[in-house]
């Protein structure tokens, strides 16, 4: 059995080490406003964490990760080219079955950067690769970024492609979605009952009144328009078969990076706004091979990080045990642009950085041994 304190032992190693990569250490309270991440996540992140009333600071979550808590600190008092290691117990609810803790140790490291993003990455994904090495672990890379640039450039309404966004880390949603607008699947029954109507001639006014009474938290403005958007979507041409293909090719990329980069630059001709998604991942591809990574090496999965945290926006990456497949990943992290400039009110800290667990990297040191 590994110990609290063999964990809490090696947590101080890894902060150590990332404290001599230039990182400051801060710290983050154990409880969170609850309000800051239901605001950036919906009422989503209530399934994954732990809630409780506080009788002065109101609603309250056991802190489910250190990076909204390190962001908004940064943006207190921090300068672009900071960097920052953490270490300290997260909670997170798992499924029943999972077989996974929902309190363990991570330990973190966080750069902000607004200079060179690619630089960046490299740098972050560089330092995990090597305090990581002797374990001989699986790496594995994403770019939820060249999907959300496909996403951005189908020949669909602005409705459509936010709903797609929206769900981009659901990813039964989201293909349901595809499928949906792709004319590949049918319109959900209610929905069709509603749009027959519609055609008939009736007017939403008559529908709410013949509902009856109001029930729930939707007034009848509210529901006018939802009415109004569900038929301006049924109007909307479905996408093409080339599109729909493109985004399945995007989603079942699993090569390494050159081949990827190759693949990508072929798509990049049928979709002309995967460009600057494009360019970013040729521009850490040789950030990361100048850090000294192997990139003909790296692999990559287009559908990767899309059941994580919902803020990586642009690069991805974990380290897995190859001997036990389903084990959660010993280390994982990404960029998040787009958090920090939720969290900044408009203003971006452009930023990447990932967490490790100490436990797991015991574990697997002792299975070895």
Do not use: N
């Not at 008559?206 to 029930?215: F, K, N, R, S, V």
């Not at 985004?247 to 693949?263: A, G, H, N, W």
């Not at 090496?297 to 974990?318: K, V, W």
């Amino acid at each position: 059995m590994i110990t609290k304190a063999a964990i809490r032992a090696e947590a101080a190693r890894l902060m150590d080490f990332f404290r001599a990569a230039g990182a400051v250490p801060t710290e983050a309270d154990i409880l969170q406003p609850a309000q800051t991440l239901l605001d950036l996540y919906g009422e989503d992140i209530r399934a994954r964490a732990y809630v409780t009333q506080d009788p002065l600071k109101g609603e309250m979550m056991l802190r489910p990760d250190f990076t909204v808590p390190v962001v908004l600190a940064h943006l207190e008092s921090g300068c672009d080219g900071a960097r920052y290691t953490y270490a300290g117990e997260v909670f997170r609810q798992q499924e029943e079955g999972a077989g996974r803790a929902s309190e363990y140790i991570q330990v973190g490291y966080e750069l902000f950067s607004a200079d060179d993003p690619a630089a960046a990455d490299a740098e972050v994904f560089a330092l995990f690769q090597q305090v990581l090495l002797p374990l001989g672990l699986r790496a594995a890379t994403g770019d939820i970024g060249i999907l959300m640039a496909a996403v951005q450039g189908l020949a669909t309404s602005a409705p459509r492609k936010a709903a797609l966004l929206r769900h981009i880390w659901r990813p039964h949603r989201f293909r349901a979605l595809i499928e949906r607008y792709s004319g590949r699947a049918p319109v959900p029954s209610a929905r069709a009952c509603l749009l027959e109507e519609m055609a008939a001639g009736r007017k939403a006014d008559d529908l709410i009144a013949a509902a009856g009474t109001l029930i729930g938290q939707r007034g009848a403005d509210e529901i006018r328009e939802r009415i109004a958007a569900l038929v301006a979507d049924a109007a909307e041409p479905p996408l093409s078969e080339g599109e729909s293909a493109l985004l399945d090719e995007i989603l079942e990329l699993r090569e390494t990076l050159p081949m990827v980069l190759e693949r990508l630059r072929d798509l990049e001709v049928d979709m002309p706004a995967l460009g600057p998604a494009v360019a970013r991942f040729a521009a850490r591809i040789e950030a990361l091979d100048a850090a000294g990574v192997d990139v003909d090496e790296l692999a990559f999965e287009g559908s990767y990080g899309r059941s994580t945290m919902e803020y990586y926006d642009g690069f991805i990456f974990g380290f897995y045990a190859p001997a036990v497949p389903d084990r959660a990943p010993v280390a994982s992290g990404g960029r998040y642009d787009a958090l920090t400039r939720a969290l900044g009110k408009g203003r971006e800290h452009p930023a990447v950085g990932g967490v490790i667990r100490p436990e797991l990297m015991l574990e697997i040191r002792k299975e070895g041994a």
